[in-house]
């Protein structure tokens, strides 16, 4: 089954710098997105790259995806202590009516 | 513009009790309606997922059941209650279309079951 899989599991860094998290998947996808989630609320939606794209910006974020080694990157730049808070990578597949989420990656952003 | 309803925020049930939970979208028709559990710092595991009334397909057995008896309305319900079924359960509505985009996320309800 296509499973994003994210790493690292946690990521504890400074304000000012700039947080990478990784996703992997095993099979083929249309869209792969991300979310995120605030401690005991709901996901949402920060940004989908489509199959056919490479790279991708939104403000402070940036997704690149390579479909040859099923793997996409978050990076959020400058990351403020706001930006804590665990982010997920879902796949959409080619026909499929839903996503498979990964176990996603907790970002803390010390001030 | 559309919004997405849950209730209730949080929901303590003795084992063996019945469940059920719901969710409504507003401002928007003909969804696809998602029911997700999150376990205690993990990811999402899809349960049930809608593409119109009446229409349910579950993604892994359990002790659970979703019903859409209305296009705006998603319900999940269970007869017996077992303490494996707590956890952070999350509504999601996605604008109807092949391939699926973006999905929209209710506030959620936390469960425990004692």
């Known amino acids: 089954s296509q499973q994003g899989e994210e790493d690292p599991q946690a990521l504890s860094i400074q304000e000012g710098e700039n947080a990478t998290m990784n996703c992997s998947y095993k099979t083929s996808i249309n869209n792969l997105q991300w979310y995120r989630q605030n401690s005991g609320r709901g996901l949402v939606h920060l940004i989908l790259i489509r199959s056919n794209e490479r790279e991708k910006h939104s403000g402070r974020l940036r997704v690149t995806l390579d479909t040859s080694k099923k793997s996409s990157s978050l990076l959020i730049t400058a990351s403020r202590a706001a930006d804590t808070a665990s982010y997920f990578c879902?796949?959409?597949?080619?026909?499929?009516?839903?996503?498979?989420f990964g176990p996603g990656t907790r970002l803390s952003v010390l001030p | 513009s559309q919004t997405i309803h849950q209730w209730p925020a949080t929901l303590v049930q003795p084992v063996g009790s019945p469940l059920s939970l719901e969710c409504t979208v507003e401002?928007?028709?003909?969804?696809?309606l998602y029911w997700y559990r999150q376990a205690a710092g993990r990811g999402l595991q899809l349960l049930f997922y809608s593409v119109g009334i009446g229409q349910i397909s579950s993604e892994v057995p359990q002790n659970l059941s979703a019903s859409r008896p209305q296009d705006r309305q998603f319900i999940l319900s269970s007869k017996k209650l077992l303490l494996s079924d707590s956890g952070f359960y999350l509504c999601a509505w996605s604008v109807a279309s092949l391939p699926v985009n973006e999905q929209f996320f209710g506030p959620g309800t936390r469960l425990t079951v004692l």
């Open positions: 879902a796949t959409g597949g080619e026909d499929g009516q839903n996503f498979v």
């Open positions: 401002g928007t028709s003909n969804p696809n």
